[in-house]
Protein backbone atom coordinates (compact mmCIF):
# COMPACT_ATOMS: atom_id res chain seq x y z
CA UNK A 1 0.00 0.00 0.00
CA UNK A 2 1.25 3.32 -0.97
CA UNK A 3 0.81 6.17 1.44
CA UNK A 4 -0.06 9.14 0.90
CA UNK A 5 1.82 12.46 2.01
CA UNK A 6 0.04 14.57 4.45
CA UNK A 7 -0.71 17.21 1.67
CA UNK A 8 -2.47 15.06 -0.47
CA UNK A 9 -4.27 13.52 2.11
CA UNK A 10 -6.09 16.56 3.08
CA UNK A 11 -6.69 18.09 -0.76
CA UNK A 12 -10.44 19.07 -0.90
CA UNK A 13 -11.71 17.10 2.11
CA UNK A 14 -14.87 18.27 1.92
CA UNK A 15 -15.34 16.96 -1.76
CA UNK A 16 -16.48 13.82 -0.47
CA UNK A 17 -13.57 11.60 -1.89
CA UNK A 18 -13.39 9.62 1.54
CA UNK A 19 -16.27 8.05 1.30
CA UNK A 20 -16.13 6.14 -2.13
CA UNK A 21 -14.34 3.14 -2.75
CA UNK A 22 -12.78 2.39 -6.21
CA UNK A 23 -13.21 -0.40 -8.62
CA UNK A 24 -11.11 -2.31 -9.96
CA UNK A 25 -10.70 0.22 -12.97
CA UNK A 26 -9.72 2.61 -10.11
CA UNK A 27 -12.89 4.64 -10.86
CA UNK A 28 -15.29 5.30 -7.53
CA UNK A 29 -18.19 3.37 -6.84
CA UNK A 30 -20.92 4.98 -5.27
CA UNK A 31 -21.70 4.05 -1.93
CA UNK A 32 -24.26 4.79 0.81
CA UNK A 33 -21.59 6.67 2.80
CA UNK A 34 -21.05 8.68 -0.53
CA UNK A 35 -24.83 9.56 -0.99
CA UNK A 36 -25.31 10.88 2.87
CA UNK A 37 -22.46 12.85 2.17
CA UNK A 38 -23.99 14.32 -0.86
CA UNK A 39 -27.34 14.75 1.04
CA UNK A 40 -25.64 16.58 3.73
CA UNK A 41 -24.27 19.53 1.57
CA UNK A 42 -25.64 22.53 2.29
CA UNK A 43 -27.23 23.17 -0.99
CA UNK A 44 -28.98 20.20 0.16
CA UNK A 45 -29.94 20.02 3.67
CA UNK A 46 -33.07 21.74 5.48
CA UNK A 47 -32.85 25.21 6.57
CA UNK A 48 -34.71 27.10 9.36
CA UNK A 49 -37.51 27.53 7.22
CA UNK A 50 -37.95 23.97 6.52
CA UNK A 51 -41.09 22.35 6.72
CA UNK A 52 -42.08 18.92 9.16
CA UNK A 53 -42.83 17.09 5.74
CA UNK A 54 -38.70 18.18 4.14
CA UNK A 55 -37.11 17.59 7.62
CA UNK A 56 -39.24 13.74 7.78
CA UNK A 57 -38.15 12.99 4.57
CA UNK A 58 -34.58 14.08 4.49
CA UNK A 59 -34.40 12.20 7.64
CA UNK A 60 -35.59 8.89 6.14
CA UNK A 61 -32.70 9.76 3.53
CA UNK A 62 -30.10 9.96 5.62
CA UNK A 63 -30.84 6.42 7.11
CA UNK A 64 -31.46 4.99 3.49
CA UNK A 65 -29.85 7.07 1.19
CA UNK A 66 -30.96 5.17 -1.66
CA UNK A 67 -34.66 5.20 -0.67
CA UNK A 68 -37.20 5.86 -3.08
CA UNK A 69 -39.39 7.94 -2.55
CA UNK A 70 -42.72 8.83 -4.13
CA UNK A 71 -44.13 11.61 -5.69
CA UNK A 72 -46.95 12.34 -2.62
CA UNK A 73 -43.71 12.83 -0.23
CA UNK A 74 -42.51 15.33 -2.42
CA UNK A 75 -45.75 17.29 -3.13
CA UNK A 76 -46.69 17.11 0.59
CA UNK A 77 -43.55 19.92 0.95
CA UNK A 78 -45.13 23.29 1.82
CA UNK A 79 -42.04 24.96 -0.30
CA UNK A 80 -42.07 25.00 -4.37
CA UNK A 81 -38.40 25.54 -4.10
CA UNK A 82 -37.92 22.85 -1.99
CA UNK A 83 -40.30 20.69 -4.40
CA UNK A 84 -37.91 21.33 -7.41
CA UNK A 85 -35.04 21.07 -5.24
CA UNK A 86 -35.73 17.38 -3.82
CA UNK A 87 -36.75 16.58 -7.87
CA UNK A 88 -33.52 17.60 -9.17
CA UNK A 89 -31.42 16.15 -6.39
CA UNK A 90 -33.31 12.68 -6.73
CA UNK A 91 -32.53 12.18 -10.34
CA UNK A 92 -29.30 12.69 -9.61
CA UNK A 93 -28.79 10.67 -7.30
CA UNK A 94 -31.14 8.12 -9.18
CA UNK A 95 -28.77 8.99 -11.79
CA UNK A 96 -25.76 7.74 -10.12
CA UNK A 97 -26.67 4.40 -8.15
CA UNK A 98 -28.27 3.51 -11.60
CA UNK A 99 -24.43 4.50 -13.27
CA UNK A 100 -22.68 2.70 -10.57
CA UNK A 101 -19.69 4.79 -10.60
CA UNK A 102 -19.09 8.34 -10.44
CA UNK A 103 -17.15 7.94 -13.77
CA UNK A 104 -19.98 6.32 -15.70
CA UNK A 105 -22.50 8.92 -14.64
CA UNK A 106 -20.36 11.45 -15.51
CA UNK A 107 -19.65 10.11 -19.23
CA UNK A 108 -23.09 8.90 -19.64
CA UNK A 109 -24.61 12.26 -19.26
CA UNK A 110 -22.43 13.69 -21.93
CA UNK A 111 -22.66 11.11 -24.34
CA UNK A 112 -26.69 11.00 -24.26
CA UNK A 113 -26.52 14.45 -25.32
CA UNK A 114 -28.98 15.25 -22.93
CA UNK A 115 -27.64 17.29 -20.18
CA UNK A 116 -30.14 17.94 -17.42
CA UNK A 117 -28.18 18.38 -14.36
CA UNK A 118 -27.42 21.61 -12.35
CA UNK A 119 -23.60 22.94 -13.56
CA UNK A 120 -22.67 22.42 -9.73
CA UNK A 121 -23.57 18.58 -9.71
CA UNK A 122 -21.65 18.45 -12.98
CA UNK A 123 -18.52 20.19 -11.44
CA UNK A 124 -18.86 18.17 -7.78
CA UNK A 125 -18.29 15.13 -10.14
CA UNK A 126 -15.53 16.51 -12.04
CA UNK A 127 -13.74 17.22 -8.82
CA UNK A 128 -13.86 14.19 -7.05
CA UNK A 129 -12.69 12.56 -10.04
CA UNK A 130 -10.01 15.21 -10.21
CA UNK A 131 -9.51 14.29 -6.25
CA UNK A 132 -9.05 10.49 -7.30
CA UNK A 133 -7.00 11.04 -10.14
CA UNK A 134 -4.41 13.03 -7.98
CA UNK A 135 -3.87 10.74 -5.03
CA UNK A 136 -0.51 10.60 -5.14
CA UNK A 137 -0.11 13.45 -6.65
CA UNK A 138 2.82 15.51 -4.96
CA UNK A 139 3.66 18.77 -7.16
CA UNK A 140 0.67 21.41 -5.75
CA UNK A 141 1.04 23.13 -9.14
CA UNK A 142 -0.81 20.10 -10.84
CA UNK A 143 -3.63 20.25 -8.03
CA UNK A 144 -4.02 24.00 -8.69
CA UNK A 145 -4.44 23.43 -12.21
CA UNK A 146 -7.16 20.27 -11.84
CA UNK A 147 -9.27 23.13 -10.14
CA UNK A 148 -10.00 24.98 -13.60
CA UNK A 149 -11.44 20.88 -14.58
CA UNK A 150 -14.38 22.32 -11.91
CA UNK A 151 -14.45 25.74 -11.34
CA UNK A 152 -14.62 28.74 -13.65
CA UNK A 153 -11.53 31.47 -13.37
CA UNK A 154 -10.89 35.07 -14.06
CA UNK A 155 -8.19 35.73 -16.54
CA UNK A 156 -5.63 39.22 -15.83
CA UNK A 157 -3.42 39.96 -18.63
CA UNK A 158 -0.36 41.14 -17.13
CA UNK A 159 3.39 42.29 -18.62
CA UNK A 160 2.71 39.29 -21.43
CA UNK A 161 1.73 36.78 -18.08
CA UNK A 162 -1.59 34.68 -18.32
CA UNK A 163 -2.78 34.52 -14.29
CA UNK A 164 -5.55 32.76 -13.62
CA UNK A 165 -7.80 33.24 -10.30
CA UNK A 166 -10.67 31.31 -8.93
CA UNK A 167 -13.41 33.68 -10.21
CA UNK A 168 -16.09 32.78 -6.67
CA UNK A 169 -12.83 34.38 -4.89
CA UNK A 170 -11.71 37.00 -6.62
CA UNK A 171 -16.17 38.11 -6.86
CA UNK A 172 -15.67 37.84 -3.18
CA UNK A 173 -12.79 39.82 -2.58
CA UNK A 174 -13.55 42.52 -4.98
CA UNK A 175 -16.73 43.16 -2.96
CA UNK A 176 -15.34 42.62 0.45
CA UNK A 177 -11.80 43.14 0.53
CA UNK A 178 -11.44 39.78 1.83
CA UNK A 179 -13.15 41.30 5.37
CA UNK A 180 -16.50 39.37 4.43
CA UNK A 181 -20.01 40.41 5.94
CA UNK A 182 -17.81 43.68 7.23
CA UNK A 183 -16.05 44.66 4.02
CA UNK A 184 -19.58 44.08 2.25
CA UNK A 185 -21.01 46.36 4.64
CA UNK A 186 -18.81 48.99 4.02
CA UNK A 187 -18.84 48.45 0.38
CA UNK A 188 -22.89 49.42 1.06
CA UNK A 189 -21.77 52.31 3.25
CA UNK A 190 -19.34 53.81 0.27
CA UNK A 191 -16.67 52.87 1.66
CA UNK A 192 -13.92 50.56 -0.15
CA UNK A 193 -12.56 48.09 1.94
CA UNK A 194 -8.99 47.70 1.11
CA UNK A 195 -7.68 45.24 -1.69
CA UNK A 196 -6.95 42.02 -0.75
CA UNK A 197 -4.27 40.27 -3.25
CA UNK A 198 -3.97 37.11 -3.84
CA UNK A 199 -1.18 34.84 -3.84
CA UNK A 200 0.70 33.62 -7.18
CA UNK A 201 2.05 30.12 -7.28
CA UNK A 202 5.26 29.97 -8.08
CA UNK A 203 7.69 27.27 -8.43
CA UNK A 204 9.70 27.74 -5.61
CA UNK A 205 6.48 29.04 -3.10
CA UNK A 206 4.04 26.18 -4.48
CA UNK A 207 3.73 24.38 -1.32
CA UNK A 208 1.98 27.51 0.15
CA UNK A 209 -1.30 25.45 -2.15
CA UNK A 210 -1.43 22.74 0.58
CA UNK A 211 -2.29 24.25 3.90
CA UNK A 212 -5.36 26.58 1.77
CA UNK A 213 -6.12 24.46 -0.66
CA UNK A 214 -10.15 24.54 -0.16
CA UNK A 215 -9.98 28.38 -0.28
CA UNK A 216 -8.90 28.11 -3.54
CA UNK A 217 -7.41 31.73 -2.98
CA UNK A 218 -4.30 31.17 -5.16
CA UNK A 219 -3.30 32.24 -8.74
CA UNK A 220 -2.20 30.06 -11.37
CA UNK A 221 0.45 31.09 -14.24
CA UNK A 222 0.04 29.45 -17.22
CA UNK A 223 2.00 31.39 -19.37
CA UNK A 224 3.86 29.99 -22.16
CA UNK A 225 6.54 27.72 -20.79
CA UNK A 226 5.47 28.67 -17.50
CA UNK A 227 5.21 25.70 -14.85
CA UNK A 228 1.56 26.36 -14.21
CA UNK A 229 0.91 25.89 -18.25
CA UNK A 230 3.16 22.08 -18.12
CA UNK A 231 0.95 21.31 -14.49
CA UNK A 232 -2.35 21.59 -16.46
CA UNK A 233 -0.84 19.36 -19.84
CA UNK A 234 -0.29 17.11 -16.85
CA UNK A 235 -3.53 16.97 -15.67
CA UNK A 236 -5.47 17.01 -19.05
CA UNK A 237 -3.47 13.97 -19.89
CA UNK A 238 -4.48 12.51 -16.67
CA UNK A 239 -8.17 13.09 -17.43
CA UNK A 240 -7.98 11.04 -20.39
CA UNK A 241 -6.17 8.59 -19.38
CA UNK A 242 -8.38 7.74 -16.50
CA UNK A 243 -11.18 7.59 -18.31
CA UNK A 244 -10.17 5.95 -21.60
CA UNK A 245 -6.99 4.01 -20.61
CA UNK A 246 -5.30 5.88 -23.35
CA UNK A 247 -1.65 7.38 -22.81
CA UNK A 248 -1.09 10.80 -24.84
CA UNK A 249 1.00 13.79 -25.02
CA UNK A 250 -0.14 17.73 -24.45
CA UNK A 251 2.57 20.20 -25.06
CA UNK A 252 1.62 23.71 -25.40
CA UNK A 253 2.12 25.67 -29.12
CA UNK A 254 2.41 28.95 -30.04
CA UNK A 255 0.83 28.61 -33.06
CA UNK A 256 -0.93 25.76 -35.35
CA UNK A 257 1.76 25.87 -38.61
CA UNK A 258 0.27 22.26 -39.58
CA UNK A 259 -0.50 22.45 -43.20
CA UNK A 260 -2.18 19.04 -42.38
CA UNK A 261 -4.38 20.62 -39.16
CA UNK A 262 -7.02 17.64 -39.34
CA UNK A 263 -8.55 17.55 -35.65
CA UNK A 264 -8.98 20.14 -33.03
CA UNK A 265 -10.89 20.20 -29.76
CA UNK A 266 -11.90 23.36 -27.93
CA UNK A 267 -11.71 23.27 -24.22
CA UNK A 268 -14.31 25.64 -23.54
CA UNK A 269 -17.17 27.06 -25.48
CA UNK A 270 -15.19 30.00 -26.79
CA UNK A 271 -12.03 28.43 -27.89
CA UNK A 272 -14.39 26.02 -29.80
CA UNK A 273 -16.18 28.26 -31.98
CA UNK A 274 -12.81 30.08 -32.53
CA UNK A 275 -11.02 27.30 -33.95
CA UNK A 276 -13.87 26.37 -35.92
CA UNK A 277 -13.53 29.68 -37.70
CA UNK A 278 -9.37 29.24 -38.22
CA UNK A 279 -10.02 25.64 -39.58
CA UNK A 280 -12.70 26.92 -42.11
CA UNK A 281 -10.30 29.74 -42.76
CA UNK A 282 -12.99 32.16 -41.80
CA UNK A 283 -11.85 35.99 -40.78
CA UNK A 284 -11.63 36.01 -37.08
CA UNK A 285 -11.16 39.52 -35.98
CA UNK A 286 -7.92 40.88 -33.45
CA UNK A 287 -10.41 40.91 -30.59
CA UNK A 288 -11.02 37.65 -30.87
CA UNK A 289 -7.92 36.23 -31.75
CA UNK A 290 -6.40 38.32 -28.27
CA UNK A 291 -9.22 35.95 -26.23
CA UNK A 292 -7.02 32.94 -27.17
CA UNK A 293 -4.58 32.14 -24.03
CA UNK A 294 -3.16 28.48 -24.91
CA UNK A 295 -2.21 25.92 -28.10
CA UNK A 296 -2.02 22.62 -27.18
CA UNK A 297 -0.38 19.85 -29.56
CA UNK A 298 -2.01 16.12 -28.19
CA UNK A 299 -0.54 12.68 -29.77
CA UNK A 300 -1.54 9.37 -28.92
CA UNK A 301 1.00 6.96 -27.65
CA UNK A 302 -0.99 4.29 -29.40
CA UNK A 303 -2.21 5.68 -32.83
CA UNK A 304 -4.63 2.51 -33.42
CA UNK A 305 -6.41 4.06 -30.77
CA UNK A 306 -7.79 6.55 -32.70
CA UNK A 307 -10.49 6.78 -35.70
CA UNK A 308 -8.54 4.65 -38.79
CA UNK A 309 -8.89 8.50 -41.01
CA UNK A 310 -6.96 10.60 -38.64
CA UNK A 311 -4.50 7.79 -36.93
CA UNK A 312 -0.91 9.66 -36.05
CA UNK A 313 -2.25 12.85 -36.69
CA UNK A 314 -2.00 15.45 -33.53
CA UNK A 315 -4.87 16.93 -32.44
CA UNK A 316 -4.74 20.74 -31.76
CA UNK A 317 -6.70 21.74 -28.42
CA UNK A 318 -7.44 25.22 -27.60
CA UNK A 319 -8.03 28.06 -24.60
CA UNK A 320 -9.84 30.90 -24.49
CA UNK A 321 -11.57 33.44 -22.18
CA UNK A 322 -14.80 35.11 -22.80
CA UNK A 323 -15.18 38.85 -23.92
CA UNK A 324 -15.43 39.01 -19.78
CA UNK A 325 -12.04 37.78 -19.32
CA UNK A 326 -13.57 33.97 -17.46
CA UNK A 327 -12.55 30.87 -18.19
CA UNK A 328 -14.80 28.39 -18.18
CA UNK A 329 -12.85 24.73 -19.12
CA UNK A 330 -14.78 21.95 -19.97
CA UNK A 331 -13.14 18.76 -19.34
CA UNK A 332 -15.76 16.94 -21.31
CA UNK A 333 -14.91 18.07 -24.43
CA UNK A 334 -11.83 15.98 -24.27
CA UNK A 335 -13.90 12.50 -23.39
CA UNK A 336 -16.97 13.18 -26.54
CA UNK A 337 -14.74 14.93 -28.88
CA UNK A 338 -11.53 13.34 -29.73
CA UNK A 339 -11.11 11.15 -32.42
CA UNK A 340 -11.07 8.43 -30.38
CA UNK A 341 -11.62 4.83 -32.63
CA UNK A 342 -15.12 3.22 -32.04
CA UNK A 343 -13.50 0.31 -30.30
CA UNK A 344 -12.83 2.16 -27.33
Aim: hydrophobic share 40%; with cysteine; glycine share 6%.
Amino acid sequence: MVLLSPQTAALWPSCGYGHLQADERGHLTVTDGYLRHFFERPEIAPVEESCSAERALYARLLDNPRLAVPAPDIDAMADADARDNYRVVLAFRDAMVEAGTIEACYLGLFSSGAITLPPLFIDQMAQIIMRSILDQAQDPLQARAAELLFREQTVTLHEGNILLGDSATVDMLGSTGGLGAMGQLLTEGGIKPRSIEMDVLLAETAEMYWPRNEKFDTVLDISFSRPGLDALCRVLEAWVGHFTGAKTSIQPVQKITDEKWIWHTGLDSVSSALLNDLYEDQDVSEERMQRLLSLFRLEFADPTLMRPDVQGRPVYLGLAMTEARRLRLKPQNLLVNLPYNQSM
